[in-house]
């Protein structure tokens, strides 16, 4: 790994745009995905630039994060990637796609990982409401940086699951690149290249950022106590039978946190399918021993499943509460629950793809207190 | 609460625990009528949607009953199943829920006299625990 730095002529994004067309004209990658914005304009996307001319709207470093790259990735990488590809990504977006790769769900052969040092995301609304009120979110991010500060433009926050992420700095050993954005001082943006990229690219080793180190050791002991809090606000207000019914009782199940979730790959989840449509008479037999039923049922039956089914690989990436519309916490719950629940076998989603997934594999003496009697 | 009868459903190992049941049967022993079994064909197979299902549904325990570690008739599937219920258990105690509802045992086809201890174990033990809470609920 060999440290370099990229100098900031006019802004970072601009800096970063030309870096990555330098990556595509040199044949380093043949595509790229990066976030751009949508057409029409309202939102940034990830966005796949095959012309090194387009690259002039990208918008690498937009704290925007309506979908998670990593489910883009394996759309472009799980039959096979027939091209060179790159990807800017952010950290949970890499640790997510990590866990599809062990998954089969996307392949790492031709894809080259451009991480970015992630300072935080805005939800939709408020990014807009920014764009609206004249902030420019991107610039108010890096201006705030430049001064060593990790913050959201004044009178806006970063969404939840950010201000309470634990790992915001991609691993070198998985990302190709990794752009310091935490490191940039106003004039330079560090980066840690491969070497053999490095050689490729003619850049030299250099020294590495002591600033970057110090802003992000500030910005981890922050995140830690903010995600304790919150955690703590979890098991206070939505543990125990009451806590949790509550804390759930406006969902309308429509499975948008499933959808968005960039782990629930699965094609035909059991939740879309017959499974549990009943027979009419059913309904009316458990209204009957009840009293009442609520309908739709079962919402607690799915999110209790979904914890179940993919607790022990959730990156944290906050998006199931972003895309929920009636506003429940559903990150944090997973966020707790998957603690703990990673806890038991060692597991960090995302961090090593040497390690299989909790749900992938066992070992023989493990759990012995479950399955013995007690006599 | 003395008249209280838990219902319990075993999800059993077509291999094992299920002709445990059986022999328990067959040999006469006597055990507690509140168990509900449905056969599966490895304790591997068990999602726990169907054990969160139950529960949500107000059965008062579920018992999932597989080869003893070494023995299954699949290889490896009640070590799937074992790292499954530790997913459960653990998930449902962070969640404040009672993890202590679901029990995993290891029965082979000749224990019988085991199956029947076992149920009439969990029996004791529900009484003493008291009716499932979601049993009342309206939202499951």
Known sequence: ?375 | MNDFEPKIIAFVCNWCTYAGADLAGTSRIQYPPNVRIVRLMCSGGIDPIYVLKALLQGADGVLIGGCHPGDCHYQSGNFKARRRVAILKKSLERLGLDPDRVWLRWISASEGQLFADTVTEFVKFLKEKGPNPFKTLQAL
């Open chain 1, 1 to 375: 790994m060999l440290h370099a730095w990229l100098n900031v002529e006019r802004n970072p994004t601009q800096t970063m745009r030309d870096f990555l067309r330098s990556l595509l004209e040199k044949g380093i990658v043949e595509a790229i995905l990066v976030p751009a914005p949508s057409a029409g304009g309202a939102s940034i996307t990830p966005t796949l630039f095959l012309n090194p001319e387009e690259l002039s709207r990208a918008e690498p470093f937009a704290p925007l994060m309506p979908v998670s790259e990593a489910t883009m990735v394996s759309m472009l990488t799980r039959t096979g990637n027939p091209i060179k590809l790159g990807a800017v990504m952010r950290n949970c977006q890499i640790r997510a796609l990590v866990e599809l790769v062990k998954f089969k769900q996307a392949q790492l052969d031709n894809l080259i990982i451009i991480g970015i040092d992630c300072p935080g995301t805005y939800e939709l609304k408020d990014y807009s409401a920014m764009v609206q009120n004249g902030v420019d979110p991107t610039a108010s991010l890096l201006e705030n940086l430049a001064r060593g500060e990790v913050s959201p433009a004044p009178g806006y926050s970063f969404r939840e699951a950010c201000t309470m992420c634990i790992y915001p700095i991609p691993d070198p050993a998985i990302a190709a690149v990794t752009v310091g954005l935490m490191g940039f001082d106003g004039e330079r943006l560090p980066i840690l290249v491969k070497e053999e990229l490095a050689e490729k690219l003619g850049l030299a080793d250099g020294s590495p950022s002591n600033r970057r180190e110090e802003v992000i050791n500030g910005l981890l002991k922050a995140r830690k106590e903010e995600r304790e809090k919150q955690i703590g606000r979890f098991t206070k207000e939505g543990t125990g039978l009451e806590g949790l019914l509550r804390w759930f009782s406006k969902c309308i199940r429509c499975y948008n946190c499933m959808g968005i979730c960039p782990i629930c790959y699965c094609r035909e989840c059991v939740f879309r399918t017959p499974v549990f449509e009943h027979e009419s008479a059913r309904y009316f037999d458990w209204a009957q021993k009840k009293g009442v039923l609520q309908m739709p049922p079962e919402h607690l039956l799915f999110h209790l499943t979904r914890i179940n089914h993919m607790v022990t690989s959730c990156v944290g990436c906050g998006l199931c509460s972003s895309a929920c519309p009636s506003d429940i916490d559903v990150a944090l719950v997973f966020q707790s629950v998957g603690e703990e629940v990673q806890a038991l076998f060692g597991y960090v989603p995302g961090r090593s793809l040497e390690e299989p997934a909790p749900v992938q594999t066992f070992q023989e003496r493990e759990f012995l207190e479950l399955g013995e009697t007690l006599r």
